[in-house]
């Protein structure tokens, strides 16, 4: 299928427990973002990435991991699991740079850790 | 400190009339803004961009304003549709091209009444 897709839609895990959202995009844009949204805060820049193998921190990073091995995958861990990263995470991807492009978003992993 | 605001509060509006969203922001020189439009349960889509020397840039029934000066951009949907109702996100390039990295408001919700 075209387009950026996220699984799982929905997860729940405890605290504790390792877990890893997957982003994966058709389009072979350079720069792939993640980002979290919370009720108060909006959309937050976790990680991205602009290219295989380049990826930098962005607002929220702490208990988060990212890998970019391959153009289209950028997952996301979390390494164990807190409550406070409960919350709805979006995948977005673009190609970046001049002339300014625009991110094209997937359609989030709702995370419930217990 | 940085920050941006968007309306805090809900636009109710009613149909036919024209939508005006507010965009602030503090401590920033963005290369450029961008809307996006978010839907619930959905990843936001993104619908117009204005570069730092863009005065107004329209796209059908919406029309963006960009005041450097101001630190404000004002959002317009003419005509407005309950089928516009959504929250609506402002989105900065606060790191100056810097791989389309973008810092993103928190959305004022619109509801267009019938």
């Known amino acids: 299928d075209a387009g950026i897709t996220q699984s799982p839609r929905y997860k729940i895990t405890e605290t504790g427990r390792q877990v890893t959202l997957m982003c994966h995009q058709t389009?072979?844009?350079?720069?792939m973002f993640w980002y979290r949204q919370d009720l108060g805060h909006g959309l937050r820049l976790i990680y991205y990435?602009?290219?295989?193998?380049?990826?930098d921190k962005g607002e929220v990073p702490d208990g988060y991991v990212v890998s970019r091995s391959k153009t289209e995958n950028f997952p996301l861990t979390l390494e164990s699991a807190t409550r406070s990263q409960t919350s709805v995470y979006f995948c977005?991807?673009?190609?970046?740079?001049?002339?300014?492009?625009?991110?094209?978003f997937g359609p989030g992993t709702r995370l419930t850790v217990l | 400190s940085q920050k941006i605001e968007q309306n805090s509060e809900a636009l109710n509006i009613q149909e036919g009339k024209t939508a005006t969203l507010t965009c602030n922001y503090t401590?920033?020189?963005?290369?450029?803004l961008q809307w996006y439009r978010q839907d619930p349960g959905r990843g936001p889509v993104f619908l117009l961009l204005?570069?730092?020397?863009?005065k107004e840039k329209r796209k059908e029934r919406l029309k963006v304003t960009f005041d450097t000066t101001l630190k404000q951009s004002l959002f317009h949907i003419t005509a407005s549709q309950p089928a516009d109702s959504a929250t609506y996100l402002c989105?900065?390039?606060?790191?100056?091209?810097?791989?389309?990295?973008?810092?993103f408001g928190q959305g004022t919700e619109l509801s267009v009444k019938p």
């Open positions: 977005a991807s673009s190609e970046g740079g001049p002339p300014y492009n625009e991110q094209f």
């Open positions: 389009w072979s844009h350079s720069y």
């Open positions: 990435s602009a290219a295989a193998d380049i990826t």
């Open positions: 401590n920033y020189s963005p290369a450029y």
């Open positions: 204005i570069r730092e020397n863009e």
């Open positions: 989105a900065l390039d606060i790191f100056r091209n810097q791989g389309g990295k973008l810092i």
